[in-house]
């Protein structure tokens, strides 16, 4: 494993590497010893080039911070970290602070296995509700309760080979892809690309496999451009415009019937097709950032195209919340708040992933500006489509993969719009109707 390219200069570089080991296994990390010092528990599940930076952050942290103890453990991503979480906040015997993915928020018990946040505290560190991208911010709000701090945003992206789109006459003078604007502008753009690639398929993302999610991310970036909404305000109804979502996913099924699109790719294979040259454009999440530079694939990155009137671009965000503890230490307390801080304020540093701060002030930051392609796209943060606030939505959440079962077979043409709208319909039906199994409980 390498270091992550253009790491910026406040972050240690020493070590790193047999920590991000110690990391992988799940084992604590400790960042300094002695009794004197103020201990902070900090679970996150962070891997791969994600968890590289966040460690030398954390180092990072330790070295201007002598007196704070941070014990950072990396656990296993997707559900078993959220299950954890749950079980260790129902008991009051938590870390002192979380890693989260915003859009699981509604459905883990905030009050009841996370604490919400002391705005007072957040304050005397520097941090006001200002600083954040506003929707993100609101989103981190259950009730009028804040219960998460946001860090950054994960958007779909657009990812675009440097050298074919060149050769398709798709690049500016400045070397950058020449934005579209609306369905012919893109499609458009495609046939060129694929005419320059020999009649190949030019776009690529995850529109097969099982427990997909690319069809959901796709279509619900589409669908938010239009201005569709999933359900009704209180999130206990169905409120999918019919009208909208079938003109997305009519869009979706032309690229595979054009052979614009080669919908028998998976994730992995998507990405490969990409990084070897066999795909000129990916859509997909930001977070690939650092492995395509590692292979030296020639690419740089975009916002997700406008097709259907705005900028909207399907996001998740990474946030930090604090496990419900039954009697807080107000010195460790305070010591979290200052390495949540320390992280945000920094989240410049974070960056180098691909991911876009939520912390408004790093996007102005000289060192933020200078990551290549990373500050293309980072006028999309207020701009972002989150998911609903219900507890079946999220990261790898049963709402992705029900919808991207339902709107594969779509793409690849083997059912038409209305019978994958249907059936995501008949999914969400019983999604509404299931129990959270993370359900509020009394203290």
């Known amino acids: 494993?390498?270091?992550?390219?253009?790491?910026?200069?406040?972050?240690?570089?020493?070590?790193?590497?047999?920590l991000a080991g110690a990391a992988a296994a799940g084992c604590a990390?400790?960042?300094?010893?002695?009794?004197?010092?103020?201990?902070?528990?900090?679970?996150?599940?962070?891997?791969?080039s994600d968890g590289i930076i966040m460690n030398k952050m954390v180092q990072a942290f330790a070295k201007d911070n002598p007196e704070i103890f941070v014990e950072e453990n990396v656990l296993a991503w997707g559900e078993p970290f959220y299950t954890k979480i749950a079980m260790a906040g129902s008991g009051g015997r938590s870390p002192d602070l979380a890693t989260f993915h915003l859009a699981r928020l509604a459905g883990i018990g905030a009050g009841a296995t996370l604490d919400p946040i002391n705005v007072k505290l957040l304050e005397e560190n520097g941090l006001t509700a200002a600083d954040f991208s506003p929707p993100i911010w609101e989103r981190a709000h259950i009730d009028g309760v804040l219960y998460a701090i946001p860090f950054d945003a994960h958007p779909m992206v657009l990812y675009y080979n440097t050298e074919i789109c060149g050769r398709a006459g798709?690049?500016?003078?400045?070397?950058?892809l020449k934005p579209t604007n609306g369905v012919d502008e893109l499609m458009a753009a495609l046939r060129r690309t694929k005419d320059a690639m020999g009649g190949k398929p030019p776009l690529a993302f995850d529109a097969l496999g099982l427990g997909t999610v690319g069809p959901w991310r796709v279509w619900w970036t589409l669908y938010a451009q239009s201005g569709g909404a999933l359900l009704s305000a209180d999130n206990t109804k169905i409120a999918i415009d019919d009208a909208k979502a079938l003109?997305?996913?009519?869009?979706?099924?032309?690229?595979g019937k054009d052979g614009l699109l080669d919908w028998r790719t998976d994730y992995g294979?998507?990405?490969a097709n990409f990084t070897n040259g066999q795909a000129a454009f990916l859509?997909?999440?930001?977070?690939?950032?650092?492995?395509?530079?590692?292979?030296?694939?020639?690419?740089?990155?975009?916002?997700?195209?406008?097709?259907?009137?705005?900028?909207?671009?399907?996001?998740d965000c990474h946030s930090f919340v604090l496990p419900h503890q039954r009697n807080r230490d107000p010195e460790v307390e305070r010591a979290t708040y200052r390495f949540?801080?320390?992280?945000?304020k920094n989240s410049a540093d974070w960056a180098v992933a691909g991911h876009v701060p939520a912390y408004l002030p790093a996007l102005k930051e000289p060192d933020y500006?200078?990551?290549?392609?990373?500050?293309?796209?980072?006028?999309?943060?207020?701009?972002?489509?989150?998911?609903?606030?219900?507890?079946?939505?999220?990261?790898?959440?049963?709402?992705?993969?029900?919808?991207?079962?339902?709107?594969?077979?779509?793409?690849?043409?083997?059912?038409?719009?209305?019978?994958?709208?249907?059936?995501?319909?008949?999914?969400?039906?019983?999604?509404?109707?299931?129990?959270?199994?993370?359900?509020?409980?009394e203290r």
Do not use: C
């Open 283 to 315: 859509w997909n999440g930001d977070w690939e950032t650092t492995g395509l530079k590692e292979r030296k694939t020639p690419f740089s990155m975009t916002r997700f195209p406008s097709v259907f009137g705005t900028g909207a671009a399907q996001a």
């Open 29 to 48: 990390i400790p960042m300094g010893l002695g009794s004197s010092q103020t201990r902070v528990k900090y679970w996150h599940f962070l891997g791969a």
């Open 1 to 18: 494993m390498q270091d992550p390219p253009d790491i910026s200069r406040r972050l240690l570089l020493g070590g790193t590497l047999a």
């Open 340 to 344: 949540i801080a320390y992280l945000v």
């Open 247 to 255: 003109e997305v996913l009519r869009f979706m099924q032309q690229l």
């Open 369 to 441: 500006l200078k990551l290549e392609p990373q500050s293309e796209y980072r006028s999309v943060i207020t701009e972002v489509a989150l998911d609903p606030q219900v507890w079946f939505a999220g990261s790898a959440s049963r709402l992705w993969i029900e919808f991207g079962q339902a709107f594969s077979p779509v793409i690849g043409g083997q059912h038409t719009p209305e019978e994958g709208l249907a059936t995501a319909k008949a999914a969400l039906n019983r999604l509404l109707s299931a129990p959270n199994p993370f359900p509020d409980q």
């Open 170 to 176: 798709l690049l500016g003078p400045d070397g950058k």
């Open 269 to 271: 294979a998507s990405v």
